[in-house]
Every structure is written in structure tokens, then in C-alpha cells.
């Protein structure tokens, strides 16, 4: 099991874009805690701990509000793509042994029946899990396959179950490698070059004519 997290939190005295721009300038990054029905709780984050982990976008994380733990997993993270900084977090309360739906990654393993090519149709899908045992990711083994891979082939953790309303669509596409039929093209080219022959021999002829009749 991954080592405990804990992240020391702040509640937050001041609001507004300008209480915000200036936490994230002290590398700081406000967040909103909610769940169970509580009232949410606005608090301010340390930007680099926090940064590492959500590396895992499921991470248990245990916040130390002020004295007070809180388990919380992200819910929702908003980032500066320019800057690779995080702008905002919503952060879920959850409680052992509960179970919580979360998105996880997709992780291809082996390779297709041999003239086979493959392609990862669904990067992420949705699963239940208990939030103190929620995966990191999933595998989708496709060693000599030559059919898709279904939400079906998915190797799910113990006590973890998907999520899905779509059972149907692939998660890996498996097909045979589309034949590149360049046969107009040649021809194309072949009768340009034609074409063109024949008009500098047009060409030739009217010069020659020309000089005939002078």
C-alpha cells in the first residue's frame, strides 16, 4: 500500500480573484472541500506537496486542517497549461470502507495476433472502489488478439468493479493494417507527364508552323 499523505491545510480568511492570484504566487493553491452533506470548507494548499500528489489523480490524501484530519480524494483540478501549475481543487470527503466512482487510466499490455495493428480507443474508464483502495489503473492485456477488446477484457483489481453504461465500444480497437492502393495516383502521374509531353509537342509544332508561312 502507498506510504500515508498528509498535506497540512489553512482555511481561508480572504476571496476573490485577488486573495487567489496572490496564494498562487506564494506557491500556494486555494481548494474547496465538500461532501456528506457537510458545509464546504475553503482552504489554501502548499503548491509543490501538493503538486506531487496528485501525480495519482485518485491519491487518498489526509488533510490536516488546522489539527483536524479529513480523508479527501480530488474531484476536480484545474490547471494553468502555460504555467504547469494548478489553479484550483475541489477536494471530496470520504470515509473508510465507502465506496466512490473515479476515472482511472487505461494500460496496454502485449501485443496483437501477428498482422495486427491496435489502438487505445478509451484512455480512461469509470470504476467503483473502496476510496482507501482505489487503483491507480487498469490493464487490458491484448496478447495475440485479433479481435477489439471489450470493457469485458479489462483485469480489474480485487474489489474493484467498473463503472460503465457502454459495454459494448471497444477499449482497444484490434484490425488488420488498411492496404495504401496508389495505383490513381501513379496513373495520374504518368498521364500529367502525358499531357504534357503532348503539349510541349503542340507547342514545337505552332513554332514550327510559324516559321513555315513567314
Same mark, same amino acid.
Given at each position: 500500500?502507498?506510504?500515508?499523505?498528509?498535506?497540512?491545510?489553512?482555511?481561508?480568511?480572504?476571496?476573490?480573484?485577488?486573495?487567489?492570484?496572490?496564494?498562487?504566487?506564494?506557491?500556494?493553491? +486555494?481548494?474547496?472541500? *465538500? $461532501?456528506?452533506?457537510?458545509?464546504?470548507?475553503?482552504?489554501?494548499?502548499?503548491?509543490?506537496?501538493? !503538486?506531487?500528489?496528485?501525480?495519482?489523480?485518485?491519491?487518498?490524501?489526509?488533510?490536516? #486542517?488546522?489539527?483536524?484530519?479529513?480523508?479527501?480524494?480530488?474531484?476536480?483540478?484545474?490547471?494553468?497549461?502555460?504555467?504547469?501549475? #494548478?489553479?484550483?481543487?475541489?477536494?471530496?470527503?470520504?470515509?473508510? $470502507?465507502?465506496?466512490?466512482?473515479?476515472?482511472? *487510466?487505461?494500460?496496454?499490455?502485449?501485443?496483437?495476433?501477428?498482422?495486427?495493428?491496435?489502438?487505445?480507443?478509451?484512455?480512461?474508464?469509470?470504476?467503483?472502489?473502496?476510496?482507501?483502495?482505489? +487503483?491507480?489503473?487498469?490493464?487490458?492485456?491484448?496478447?495475440?488478439?485479433?479481435?477489439?477488446?471489450? +470493457?469485458?477484457?479489462?483485469?480489474?483489481?480485487?474489489?474493484?468493479?467498473?463503472?460503465?453504461?457502454?459495454?459494448? &465500444?471497444?477499449?482497444?480497437?484490434? !484490425?488488420?493494417?488498411?492496404?495504401?492502393?496508389?495505383?490513381?495516383?501513379?496513373?495520374?502521374?504518368?498521364? $500529367?507527364?502525358?499531357?504534357?509531353?503532348?503539349?510541349? $509537342?503542340? &507547342?514545337? &509544332?505552332?513554332?514550327?508552323?510559324?516559321?513555315?508561312?513567314?
Amino acid at each position: 500500500m502507498a506510504d500515508k499523505i498528509v498535506i497540512p491545510a489553512t482555511k481561508r480568511t480572504e476571496f476573490g480573484k485577488g486573495a487567489a492570484r496572490k496564494a498562487r504566487r506564494d506557491d500556494k493553491i +486555494p481548494a474547496v472541500v *465538500y $461532501g456528506h452533506g457537510e458545509d464546504p470548507i475553503h482552504v489554501i494548499l502548499p503548491g509543490h506537496q501538493t !503538486h506531487l500528489a496528485v501525480r495519482n489523480p485518485n491519491a487518498l490524501i489526509t488533510l490536516d #486542517i488546522e489539527g483536524t484530519e479529513q480523508l479527501v480524494i480530488p474531484k476536480a483540478i484545474q490547471r494553468d497549461i502555460i504555467k504547469r501549475t #494548478i489553479d484550483h481543487m475541489d477536494l471530496l470527503t470520504v470515509r473508510r $470502507g465507502e465506496k466512490v466512482v473515479v476515472d482511472v *487510466y487505461v494500460e496496454v499490455t502485449g501485443e496483437p495476433a501477428v498482422g495486427f495493428e491496435w489502438i487505445l480507443e478509451q484512455a480512461t474508464v469509470s470504476v467503483e472502489a473502496e476510496a482507501t483502495h482505489l +487503483p491507480e489503473h487498469v490493464t487490458v492485456d491484448i496478447t495475440d488478439r485479433d479481435e477489439n477488446a471489450l +470493457p469485458e477484457h479489462i483485469q480489474l483489481p480485487k474489489g474493484v468493479t467498473l463503472a460503465l453504461t457502454d459495454l459494448e &465500444s471497444p477499449i482497444v480497437s484490434i !484490425h488488420e493494417p488498411t492496404a495504401q492502393d496508389l495505383g490513381d495516383e501513379e496513373e495520374t502521374t504518368e498521364g $500529367g507527364a502525358a499531357e504534357g509531353e503532348t503539349a510541349e $509537342g503542340e &507547342s514545337d &509544332s505552332e513554332e514550327n508552323s510559324e516559321g513555315n508561312e513567314s
